[in-house]
């Protein structure tokens, strides 16, 4: 087991200077391009690449502390899950009013804990997630970062197509629909679109693309098939939760709990 883990790490990225610069490089030909290409988010990928190399060396730096205790592991994963709240929330509710003038953006945190909590426990409860740091980390990591996709998309695509449609909202109304129906008939479509990265990474697995999770352990020491029984977990987990962030965060809208009753005009 060593020797694979040896022999397959070496075939990774060396950590050397000429990986930085390429980085670099690569990050200044992104900006570049988004923002002189007329995509007006020059500026945004370039924080972003400078955010998330940041944050990769202070989570590098903490994290090989956390997983040494359950109970700080617990901790790391609220807080992965109060940043993903804010950041769908905000991201959702850009450039619009919601409720009291402004967006709740603790909404959010109903269809993100909605997708991953069940997910979660059936996995602690069957023994099928090892009650550790190294484990429930990564595992936590990925659950919610795809319902924070999810939960940012759905809301903003639902959002979008209330306010450019806002007429026939108003006629649905007019023919006796209620306006939670009304709201949803026209915006449910739009908000399904946001499932369609994540049916796309699942149908095109192993001949597209080799996720991350069936990469990493093959390069661990793990069988093909043992990896590639965990990347299926990993996509139909995926599929479920974000299945159910849509739902919850359609049923929001629909409510008026996000972009509030008025939203669509």
């Keep these: 087991m060593r020797t694979l883990s040896a022999g397959a790490g070496s075939q990774l990225l060396p950590v050397t200077w000429p990986l930085g610069v ?20 020059g500026r945004a990928v370039l924080r972003a690449g400078v955010r998330a190399a940041v944050q990769l060396a202070a989570v590098a730096l903490v994290i090989a502390w956390v997983v040494r205790s359950l109970w700080a592991s617990a901790l790391f994963v609220v807080l992965m899950f109060a940043v993903a709240v804010r950041t769908a929330g905000r991201r959702t509710g850009e450039g619009r009013a919601g409720p009291g003038g402004r967006w709740e953006w603790a909404w959010a945190a109903v269809p993100i804990a909605a997708g991953v909590l069940p997910v979660l ?5 069957t023994g099928l997630l090892p009650p550790k740091g190294l484990s429930v980390i990564p595992v936590a990591g990925i659950l919610i970062g795809g319902a924070l996709t999810a939960t940012s998309l759905a809301g903003r695509r639902a959002l979008d197509e209330l306010r450019l449609r806002h007429g026939e909202v108003e006629a649905a109304l007019a023919l ?3 306006e939670r ?26 001949l ?13 020491g793990a069988t093909p098939v043992q990896a590639g029984a965990v990347q299926l977990f990993v996509l139909v987990a995926l599929l479920a939760v974000e299945a159910v962030a849509v739902t919850a965060v359609l049923e929001l809208v629909g409510r008026g709990l996000v972009g509030g009753p008025g939203g669509s005009r």
């Design 176 to 178: 006796g629909f209620e």
């Design 208 to 220: 597209v693309t080799l996720p991350g999770a069936f990469v990493g352990m093959l390069l661990g």
């Design 22 to 41: 390429a980085c670099a490089v690569l990050l200044a030909v992104a900006a570049l391009v988004a923002g002189r290409g007329g995509l007006g988010h």
């Design 121 to 125: 426990l059936l996995l602690a409860v």
């Design 181 to 206: 129906d009304a709201r949803l008939e026209i915006c449910r479509t739009a908000a399904a679109t946001s499932l369609v990265p994540a049916l796309d990474q699942t149908r095109t697995v192993g």
